[in-house]
């Protein structure tokens, strides 16, 4: 018989501004961070979106060709194995962003590692923008089962539309982890705010200049943020992402429109 999830979780949300182009200095910074968030007692540990390359697709000076030779195939990446080494050594999960070269493809990526070092699952971004254009899109929003249930990533501009937020909760996920890179104004927590109160459930947001928690009820539960780098380390008791209210209230019969095929763009034949 299969044990029911774990409520408490020890996250480790890093909070650092990462190199471009630079993915051994990154990787050094990472260890050294990984190493707080150990001595913090996370067992969950989740770097900003595409740490590896510093989020190399947002300079000026990036093109697709530059990108790819940022791009780590899972199955050979030297870089890609330590995370996994430092996850089985330490007995911790980490979610760990960088570009991912896959089938000829280059996404912006978020892996998911367990506490015996095997690769779970990959994220690929699915909602693109701007730079991230040189990046295929993901096509799916999966989730992946952990010690506390089912566990869903989104990777920066995702968090823009409700929906992704609510078919990973759909799925079970009573926690979302989201690496991102781009905005962390007032409006964004807000935002946060708003996707987990409407699902009830966390959301672990982490960006080179903060990292914030915000839980079932729409609060914001723990919070850090500066130009030193860090981790924010929190407990978070995942029995209070429940279905009793807004999940449970739903009527999926009146919501036909969202699923409608995209109209034609003006001008298009």
Same mark, same amino acid.
């Given at each position: 018989?299969?044990?029911?999830? $774990?409520?408490? &979780?020890?996250l480790?949300? #890093? ?31 989740? /770097? ?6 510093g ?11 530059? %990108?790819?030779?940022?791009?780590q ?11 996994? $080494? ?7 999960? #980490? ?10 493809? &280059?996404?912006n ?7 015996r070092?095997?690769?779970?699952? #990959? ?40 929906? /992704?937020?609510?078919?990973?909760? %759909?799925?079970?996920?009573?926690? #979302? ?15 946060? $705010? ?23 009820e729409?609060? %914001? ?9 860090? &981790? %924010? ?37």
């Open positions: 018989m299969p044990k029911p999830p $774990r409520d408490g &979780v020890h480790g949300l #890093i909070k650092a501004v990462p190199r471009r182009w630079e993915p051994q200095a990154n990787l050094e910074h990472f260890l050294g961070l990984l190493d707080q968030a150990a001595r913090a007692g996370a067992e969950l540990v989740v /770097t900003p979106e595409a740490w590896l390359d989020y190399a697709a947002a300079d000026r000076g990036s093109t697709p060709e530059r %990108l790819r030779t940022m791009a195939e899972p199955g050979a990446s030297p870089y890609l194995a330590e995370v996994a $080494r430092q996850a089985r050594s330490r007995s911790l999960w #980490i979610c760990f962003g960088f570009s991912s070269l896959e089938g000829g493809r &280059v996404y990526a978020a892996g998911l590692w367990n506490a070092g095997r690769l779970v699952g #990959i994220y690929h971004k699915t909602h693109l923008q701007n730079h991230d254009l040189q990046y295929t899109p993901g096509a799916a929003l999966p989730v992946w089962p952990t010690p506390w249930g089912p566990v869903g990533i989104l990777i920066c501009a995702d968090r823009r539309w409700p929906e /992704t937020a609510r078919v990973l909760r %759909l799925q079970g996920a009573r926690l #979302i982890l989201l690496p991102t890179y781009g905005m962390h104004h007032e409006g964004n927590e807000w935002w946060m $705010r708003t996707r987990s109160y409407e699902n009830q459930c966390f959301v672990a947001f982490t960006h080179p200049r903060v990292a914030f928690v915000t839980g079932p729409g609060g %914001l539960e723990a919070k850090l943020e500066g130009e030193e780098p860090g &981790v %924010l380390a929190y407990q978070a008791d995942l029995s209070r992402a429940r279905d009793n209210n807004h999940l449970q209230d739903r009527r999926p019969e009146l919501y036909g429109a969202i699923t409608a095929p995209k109209p034609p763009a003006p001008g298009s034949s």
